[in-house]
């Protein structure tokens, strides 16, 4: 086979390369607009309760009862590939964090961390698509359910409600928003803030007892938060994603270009070639 057919077929081979990486760039892109909307408004959601709870404990202080809590860390990692150092980031940033277990999501970073001193406690595949965050959700509550709870109570005359502190969570993850890799302490929740002045005269009416009240609301903000999270994660993973395949499809663009020329140079010599072939038995004709 000469060298410009060689070269055509190449040719072809790359250009079916770059179709289906420029689909899957056109695929992450539209993701990235759907999550746009998904985070907004579970960003909002999540602002509403924090700012109930704060509300809440203008009234109700929450006391918590230091119990050397088990500091369990939740990596929120790639599903999928073409993404950089997506999950690499996450295992350095977390290597020095001293957490007594790890929760990674992703099968992606659960196969880097097979290498990894990280104690993982639970490997669960990520989210492909804004659809899948709930069904991988339910699978993270699930694991989490195994761990060692902190009890919420409050004693007949005490004025505070109090937390036994036994299990810390937090969720480490890239927020597309800032570019870096954040930490949310999701358990527990709420931190109190002593210079916050409250915005009511009058305590919140409840139709349950506060402790349980505020029982309900931390499931609530747990579930609403790591929806945020996972909003978050998965866009900064299809930003990623976007910004590596169009790389690649510009890189593929470019070597094809260089390739067509070579291919033109190639069959020029062949057809000057093939002249003299002609002319030669011509001549001894």
């Not at 070269?7 to 770059?18: D, F, K, N, S, T």
């Not at 369990?72 to 997506?86: K, N, P, S, T, W």
């Not at 996972?230 to 593929?252: C, D, T």
């Not at 663009?253 to 002249?275: A, F, W």
Request: negative net charge; charged residues 20%.
């Amino acid at each position: 086979m000469s060298q410009s057919r060689e070269l055509q077929l190449h040719i072809a081979q790359m250009e079916e390369i770059r179709s289906i990486l420029n689909a899957m760039k056109n695929l992450a892109l539209i993701e990235i607009h759907k999550l746009g909307r998904f985070q907004t408004m579970q960003g909002q959601a999540v602002a509403a309760i924090e700012q109930a709870a704060l509300d809440f404990l203008d009234f109700h202080p929450l006391a918590v009862v230091d119990e050397n809590p088990l500091s369990i860390g939740i990596l929120v990692g790639a599903e999928r590939g073409f993404c950089g150092d997506f999950n690499e980031s996450l295992i350095n940033a977390v290597a020095a964090d001293g957490y007594s277990g790890i929760i990674a999501i992703g099968s992606r970073l659960c196969s880097r961390l097979e290498a990894s001193p990280l104690a993982v406690i639970s490997a669960i595949e990520g989210a492909n698509a804004a659809e899948e965050v709930p069904t991988i959700l339910n699978r993270l509550m699930d694991a989490i359910a195994t761990l060692p709870a902190g009890g919420i109570s409050r004693p007949a005359n005490a004025k505070a409600i109090h937390v036994a502190a036994t299990l810390q969570l937090t969720v480490v993850y890239h927020d597309n928003r800032s570019g870096q890799i954040n930490r949310w302490q999701i358990l527990p929740s709420f931190p109190q803030q002593p210079q916050r002045t409250a915005r009511y005269g009058n305590p919140p009416l409840l139709n349950l007892a506060p402790a349980d009240f505020f029982a309900d609301l931390t499931d609530h903000y747990l579930f609403a938060a790591l929806h945020e999270v996972f909003y978050l994660s998965l866009m900064a993973e299809n930003q990623r994603r976007l910004q590596h395949l169009e790389g690649a499809v510009k890189h593929l663009d470019d070597e094809t270009v260089n390739l067509r020329r070579k291919s033109q140079i190639y069959r020029q010599e062949e057809i000057t070639e093939e002249i003299e072939v002609i002319l030669l038995n011509a001549e001894n004709l």
